[in-house]
């Protein structure tokens, strides 16, 4: 039995080690997303100064896009067999992937409906004038690689297994993801080492990212001087109505349609749920590309407390059919070409077109500049006089792309939380610990270091997934 000395030298002791033991690490990557916005302000300054030399600039922004890209299918895959492979019903899994289908198209058509008000209002092609020389660069938009509804979905099912990573295709990944999570899923304890194995994957793939975060603001600073130096400043005076009218009307379809849509059925803030994923809205602010925070986005959405199935299925998925940045570009751009021909289109005729451009679309996903691609390629097979007017918007697309991506981007979040909520796949006391910045996103690993499904650690369990809890007992 330890005396009163020996007990007073054991707390000692502690104290002593208490106070000699090293502080945690301050999160110095603040001054990262700091350096991007800096690197931002001097590609615009770069690219009206020095056009032409921006331009030459444009190899570095897509350098640091491509960085990003090479990990979103392993990302993927890890997600979506870690969660799938730890659910103990099936039915589950389809369930989401059910509704998230549903809302997609649900949201998809309030997009186009929203676009097709404001652009009937504004009529913003109206008096401008399309030379010859604009209608050869319309009709270079026209991409051939783009496919039809057929073709698009026959896609999906890549080569090979292999293919599916090395193509970059995230359809084809996400289906290789739900056949390897259900086959593990169905080997029950047999599957154990293997989403053991997946899992460290997981770990290191998500520590590259961060690193390769790191060049952000090089990619920044090229990204945005080559928009800034190819489109001119004459290109965003004459189509500053298009514009303009075209944020607008994103804006209006993000903080009123989303954002009461998530205070409805989530009872949460956008404002504090874009707050929670700010440094990701820099990124595509900065890069055009919704794509290089999709990474990004799966790491937060799990840290906020939603399942690892809901949000495999729900961010990937959304990235191909839940377009609505994308839905409403289409919807003005195509309104205002026809205004610019001098061939307006009645009710009638524009209805069509969209729900057509709304199936194309999905046709084109993975496309390279999508939205221009896209409405290229829906205009030449269902209203082919107005593909010569596409060239009046090449000037400002890309700044138009910004718009598209974080609209698309914003989406895609709220539906991973909406999705979360009406399967009962969120912990709710965690989201709130989390956006009050409680329990604060680790940016150096992108995971929840020790914390799986560990309510102590900070992680509550959510019901029926405990998927690290049965690796654990495996």
């Known amino acids: 039995m330890p005396t009163k000395s020996s007990r007073r030298a054991a707390v000692s002791s502690a104290a002593n080690t208490a106070a000699t033991a090293p502080k945690a690490k301050r999160d110095r990557t603040h001054y990262l997303y700091i350096a991007v916005i800096v690197a931002v302000a001097l590609g615009i300054t770069v690219g009206l100064v020095a056009p032409d030399f921006a331009v030459e600039l444009k190899p570095i922004g897509t350098g640091f896009v491509n960085l990003i890209k090479m990990m979103i299918s392993p990302i993927i895959f890890c997600t979506i067999v870690l969660g799938i492979g730890s659910v103990r019903k099936a039915a589950k899994v389809g369930a989401v992937g059910g509704i998230a289908l549903v809302y997609f198209t649900i949201m ?64 084809q990944t996400l289906l290789i993801a739900l056949l390897a999570g259900f086959a593990l899923q169905a080997m029950g304890s047999a599957g154990a080492p293997i989403l053991r194995g997946v899992e ?134 195509s309104l205002f070409i026809a205004d610019a021909m001098g061939t307006p289109m009645s009710i009638g005729e524009q209805i069509p077109l969209l729900l057509f451009l709304l199936v194309a679309s999905k046709g084109a996903a993975g496309v390279t500049g999508a939205g221009l691609a896209t409405l290229a390629g829906g205009l030449q097979s269902h209203k082919p006089a107005l593909v010569d007017g596409i060239g009046l918007i090449v000037g400002i697309d890309r700044f138009m792309s910004e718009a598209r991506a974080l609209t698309n981007f914003a989406g895609n979040a709220v539906a991973t939380v909406l999705i979360g909520t009406w399967t009962k796949e969120i912990d709710r006391g965690r989201v709130d610990q989390v956006l009050a910045g409680q329990i604060p996103f680790d940016e150096k690993t992108l995971l929840d270091d020790g914390h799986g499904g560990d309510p102590e650690a900070g992680h509550a369990e959510i019901p029926e997934q405990g998927g690290e809890k049965e690796l654990a007992k495996a």
């Open 108 to 171: 998809s058509l309030v997009a186009l409906g929203i676009g097709l008000v404001v652009g009937n209002i504004l009529e913003p092609g109206t008096g401008l004038a399309v030379t010859d020389a604009v209608k050869e660069v319309g009709q270079a938009q026209v991409a051939p690689e783009a496919k039809d509804t057929t073709e698009f979905l026959l896609g999906i099912i890549p080569t090979t297994m292999v293919s599916a990573f090395t193509g970059g295709e995230v359809l």
């Open 200 to 333: 460290h994957i997981q770990r290191l793939v998500f520590r590259i990212l961060a690193m390769v975060m790191w060049a952000a603001p090089i990619g920044a600073f090229g990204a945005i001087a080559a928009v800034t130096g190819s489109a001119g400043v004459d290109a965003l005076k004459s189509l500053a109505v298009l514009m303009l009218g075209f944020y607008v009307t994103c804006f209006l379809f993000v903080f009123i349609v989303l954002g009461i849509l998530l205070r409805a059925v989530a009872g949460l803030n956008i404002l504090t749920l874009f707050k929670y994923l700010g440094r990701e809205f820099l990124l595509i602010l900065s890069t055009s590309s919704s794509e290089s925070a999709l990474p990004r986005l799966i790491a937060k959405m799990e840290h906020l407390g939603i399942s690892k199935p809901v949000v495999g299925i729900t961010v990937p998925t959304g990235y191909s059919f839940n377009l609505d940045g994308t839905m409403i570009y289409m919807t003005m751009a």
